[in-house]
């Protein structure tokens, strides 16, 4: 499967953006998709996860309650709703596939190019 990221950008704190990941190949129902950040110099940061089927959804605790993560099969897209931002919020965003319920980077098997958020204070 290959995934396409979309819909990064500059937003002030406080903003909201919306993240797409397409995936093209179609991923098994039971796999699952998740968000991941990374910033220059750290290692790559689970955000959140979904199943194709919409449930396994969790998020990290640092994006609980502003961020929701959803799946729309019939687009094959997974989007992050992402609001109240956050300056820390500020990163390189991948989406990423696995085949079972985990947040570890390294047990995902595809992953998306990236799209850059910056939230200005």
């Known amino acids: 499967v290959q995934l396409q990221a979309s819909g990064g950008g500059l937003v002030q704190a406080g903003g909201s953006l919306r993240l797409s990941c397409r995936a093209s190949?179609?991923?098994?129902?039971?796999?699952?998709m998740g968000w991941f950040r990374q910033t220059p110099g750290n290692e790559r940061e689970f955000v959140a996860r979904?199943?194709?089927?919409?449930?396994?959804?969790y998020y990290a605790d640092s994006v609980k309650g502003r961020f929701t993560i959803s799946a729309d099969n019939d687009k094959n897209t997974v989007y992050l709703q992402m609001n109240s931002l956050k300056s820390e919020d500020t990163a390189l965003y991948y989406c990423?596939?696995?085949?079972?319920?985990?947040?570890?980077?390294?047990?995902?098997?595809?992953w998306g190019q990236g799209t850059q958020v910056t939230v200005s204070s």
């Open positions: 990423a596939v696995a085949s079972w319920n985990t947040i570890r980077p390294n047990a995902y098997r595809s």
């Open positions: 190949g179609r991923a098994g129902w039971s796999d699952v």
């Open positions: 979904i199943r194709w089927s919409g449930d396994w959804i």
